[in-house]
């Protein structure tokens, strides 16, 4: 079987790409194993041929992000794929819910909401996959080995496998996962692949300070610099202690993710792939004297930038961690985005010591990890301090804090990134010791440590390449900085949410969007879905880079019978090209014409 993309690439530059399928897999596109099989199938070639690779991959395992209640889309999608008797092939393993299901009291939500959260976590339990409700299922067993090709979805789950374990994955959002796990096929392209797995970028940090980079506060603010800086782009991390434990690996990966689009990083002698900065350079040689990395130039055609970073050039990324600088008050913590692990629990008990917390205190955690600090005794005295642990899911995705507005503080640089938008709370950014130290007082402790131009023709006619085909016409909104649709765009009122983004508080309904870039949540795709639901959605999307995770809420769309929206990937310097406000039309073909 072989199929084409429609027209070229950017400028008519790209070539077109042929999917060529197994025999199998195209008994399962024809239905020989179930409806369900037949549409996740649909979903995984069209996945594959929007990413433009030419087969698939058969993999081992997949952690599927989809079981998040972000709108009766998502439970129809689910609830087909059951309906169709689909049934996962590989150990798959669930993402956070939008329900604590062992305490059902902690979620403010009204009956509507409770009832279809229920009902899309059950849908996935009922294809076969694991019950463990984790945004960190690297905690609770699930650890593929290195070189394995898994398919996971959740964007800090996605960099833990990848750099961490040193399994294959690519940024797979909601949906997809999915049908990958019922398929047990994935698009082979990108960090699939050995040899886009390779270091671009050396980053240095030999001359921050050992004292900083022996503190888990410090690994958030790496990893939120680290997704600022790189954006897509993967690291090797040079001068991290060889002690860096899993906790603080987990932690950068996941700021690194929110802040931009980071799925691998290697950390020199660290990490599985990366023995030593050259074999993350991909060289193949050992480390000798040569220079400042131990690389003879001779062997590499274009050397690598290497970026040297001290604790000072960490600030803007520290800063950003907090949007309540100035306040002193605060009225709630949270902790555990990614969840906690059972020392991290270890951890927090040492510094709660019995003592009394005097505000709301929240610890998110996987079912399985509290069943382990509760035999051993340290939940009953956490809760007796004042923590309440949940379980299940967490508060920046679901109401589980008092309804006002106020100041959450926490250590995770993840809730810290997406707080204000989905919680309407402030945020103010602190080690674990800040946090306790400041809950018991309900004031913040000291913290005060150093840690395009618009062309003016009058018409233009630029050529993209199809994702999703289709005619539209609007007012082209140009977002001047990427955006990840979960935490920066309300699906009901259709938009911008992230009170960071320089476009806070656009509408995006009807508009052609331009965007360079989409970065941060696997759970995009679903807020996509969702503003086709609503029929909030923009008119059309151009992209100056492809990305899977939203094309596939507007292919999944079309699969329910939603109106779809063509998306264009557009050469990044014809993005810039295009003036705020002009009338575009996005033509099937791929062209986009502007007058």
């Not at 099937?588 to 007058?595: A, E, I, M, N």
């Amino acid at each position: 079987m072989r199929s084409s993309w429609p027209g070229g690439g950017p400028g008519g530059s790209l070539p077109a790409m042929s999917l060529h399928l197994t025999q199998p897999e195209r008994d399962l596109l024809a239905g020989r194993s179930g409806e369900a099989a037949a549409l996740a199938m649909r979903v995984v070639t069209s996945a594959a041929e929007l990413l433009g690779a030419e087969s698939l991959v058969e993999i081992s395992s997949a952690h599927i992000d989809g079981c998040l209640h972000h709108g009766d889309g998502g439970v129809e999608f689910a609830e087909a794929l059951v309906k169709g008797d689909g049934q996962v092939v590989v150990p798959t393993t669930l993402n956070v819910g939008a329900l604590d299901l062992l305490h059902p009291n902690v979620v403010r939500a009204d009956g509507h909401k409770t009832d279809m959260a229920r009902r899309q976590m059950q849908a996935y339990v009922a294809m076969g996959a694991e019950p463990t409700f984790t945004c960190a299922p690297y905690q609770v067993g699930h650890e593929p080995g290195v070189g394995e090709q898994v398919a996971w979805g959740e964007s800090n789950a996605i960099a833990f496998v990848n750099s961490v374990l040193g399994a294959r994955t690519e940024r797979y959002g909601d949906f997809l996962d999915a049908c990958c796990a019922l398929t047990g096929r994935a698009p082979l392209f990108g960090l699939h692949l050995e040899e886009n797995r390779t270091a671009k970028v050396i980053v240095d940090a030999t001359n921050v300070p050992e004292a900083l980079k022996s503190r888990d506060v410090f690994y958030p603010v790496l990893g939120t610099w680290l997704g600022l800086e790189l954006g897509q782009e993967i690291p090797v991390i040079k001068g991290l202690p060889r002690t860096t434990t899993r906790d603080q690996l987990k932690a950068l990966g996941a700021a690194a993710a929110s802040s931009g689009a980071v799925a691998l990083f290697h950390v020199a002698g660290v990490t599985p792939e990366a023995p030593t900065v050259q074999a993350a350079l991909s060289l193949g040689r050992e480390e000798d004297s040569a220079g400042p990395v131990g690389w003879v130039s001779q062997a590499i055609p274009h050397l690598p930038r290497t970026i040297h970073l001290e604790s000072g050039g960490l600030q803007h990324a520290l800063s950003r961690l907090s949007t309540a600088a100035d306040t002193e008050r605060i009225d709630a913590v949270a902790l555990g985005s990614p969840h906690f692990s059972a020392s991290e629990f270890r951890a927090l008990h040492h510094c709660v010591r019995g003592r009394q917390l005097g505000v709301p205190f929240y610890v998110c955690t996987a079912r399985d990890t509290l069943a382990e600090v509760e035999s051993a005794g340290i939940a009953d005295e956490l809760r007796a301090a004042g923590v309440e642990i949940v379980a299940d899911t967490c508060v920046v995705v679901t109401p589980i804090l008092p309804a006002r507005d106020g100041v959450l503080m926490t250590n995770s640089g993840k809730f810290a990134h997406y707080g204000p938008s989905n919680t309407g709370y402030d945020v103010l950014y602190g080690s674990l010791e800040d946090c306790v130290e400041s809950a018991i007082t309900g004031r913040r402790r000291a913290q005060r440590r150093g840690v395009g131009l618009v062309n003016d023709a009058t018409s233009i006619e630029l050529r993209g390449r199809p994702l999703i085909a289709g005619e539209a016409r609007g007012p082209l909104l140009r977002l001047t900085h990427p955006i990840s649709f979960w935490g920066g765009v309300d699906p009901v009122r259709g938009q911008i949410v992230d009170p960071r983004h320089p476009e806070f508080e656009a509408s995006i309904t009807g508009t052609v969007l331009a965007i360079p870039a989409a970065v941060g949540s696997s759970s995009s795709s679903a807020i996509m879905l969702e503003l086709l639901r609503e029929e909030t959605a923009p008119a059309a999307i151009l992209m100056g880079k492809a990305d899977a995770i939203l094309a596939l809420g507007g292919v999944v769309g079309q699969e329910l019978g939603y109106a779809p929206i063509p998306i264009i990937e557009v050469a990044p310097s014809d993005l810039e090209r295009l003036p705020d406000g002009a009338s575009v039309t996005v033509h099937k073909d791929g062209r986009v014409t502007l007058s």
